[in-house]
């Protein structure tokens, strides 16, 4: 695929087979590129927590670290190859042609509650206060665990990029045959060179690699995923230092489907 055909400039059914078949080589190349990026992500994004817990492991042999610290990083780490390894997995069976999402009535405000629940305790340990104001008729259809790990993935993203003392609005409401749910914070921001790229698989914007705290950096591409499988939309919002808003459109459905 790499050598072109020569082109020449007719518009016979030669050069336009040439065109077309050059047009496809390109396109395959960069699926292939693409591919070799992904598995070298993975390969270091694995390979980091590993050399953390091998040399940990080995300072507590040999009497370098305390048991204690080595023991916690070990358990830190342990716990972030436990999400980055569920979080391909989740990546992988998406995108498998397969792939069958659950297609069930969905109350939506009752489902963010129970997201919140789950976040209510994190949050009050980093003193960020989540605020709510949710349209109780906003239904939708769709894959229930999915749409619940995108309000997940969107609310871990605003409560771990948002500083003490500041706060999380979760709006949902309906406008015309669309409902939008907004996740806005008040934290970092995204600043506006990053912002196109952010949704990109182990994309991370600078300031977040250097966290200790830090993701994946795949929550916004399975988020994106899901979205698009629902044939909703997702766009992000954001300016530096003073937040970021991340808004989800999906199809709105009457209360009578909840029944039926
Ligand atoms: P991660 O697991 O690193 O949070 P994501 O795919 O969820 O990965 O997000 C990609 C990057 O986008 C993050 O590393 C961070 O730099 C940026 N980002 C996402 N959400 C926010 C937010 N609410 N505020 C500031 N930056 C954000």
Redesign the pocket.
């Known amino acids: 695929f790499s050598q072109q055909i020569k082109q020449t400039n007719t518009t016979d059914e030669l050069g336009q087979l040439a065109r077309s078949f050059n047009s496809l080589s390109t396109s395959l190349n960069e699926v292939d590129q693409n591919r070799k990026e992904f598995l070298a992500n993975i390969a270091h994004e694995l390979k980091t927590p590993l050399s953390y817990m091998k040399g940990y492991a080995e300072g507590i042999e040999e009497g370098v670290v305390t048991k204690e610290k080595g023991l916690g990083i070990i358990q830190k780490e342990a716990n972030r190859l436990d999400r980055l390894v569920h979080d391909l997995l989740d990546l992988a069976q998406m995108e498998a042609d397969t792939y069958q999402l659950q297609h069930e009535p969905i109350a939506f405000a009752e489902l963010i509650d129970d997201v919140v629940d789950q976040f209510s305790l994190s949050a009050k340990q980093k003193q960020v206060q989540i605020l709510r104001d949710l349209d109780d008729e906003c239904i939708i259809m769709g894959d229930a665990d999915r749409i619940e790990q995108v309000v997940r993935?969107l609310l871990?993203?605003?409560l771990?990029?948002?500083p003490a003392d500041k706060k999380i609005f979760i709006t949902l409401y309906r406008k015309g045959k669309h409902v939008h749910l907004e996740v806005k914070?008040e934290?970092?921001?995204?600043p506006e060179q990053?912002l196109p790229a952010?949704?990109q698989r182990f994309?991370?914007?600078k300031?977040?690699?250097e966290r200790k705290d830090?993701?994946?950096?795949?929550?916004?591409?399975i988020?994106s995923q899901i979205i698009q499988k629902h044939e909703g939309h997702f766009d992000?919002i954001?300016v530096e230092h003073e937040?970021?808003t991340?808004v989800v459109t999906l199809n709105s459905y009457s209360e009578d489907v909840l029944n039926s």
Do not use: C, P
């Open positions: 993935n871990d993203n605003a771990r990029y948002t914070d934290g970092i921001g995204i990053d952010v949704k994309y991370r914007v300031k977040a690699r830090g993701g994946t950096g795949l929550g916004l591409s988020v992000l954001s937040g970021t991340a």
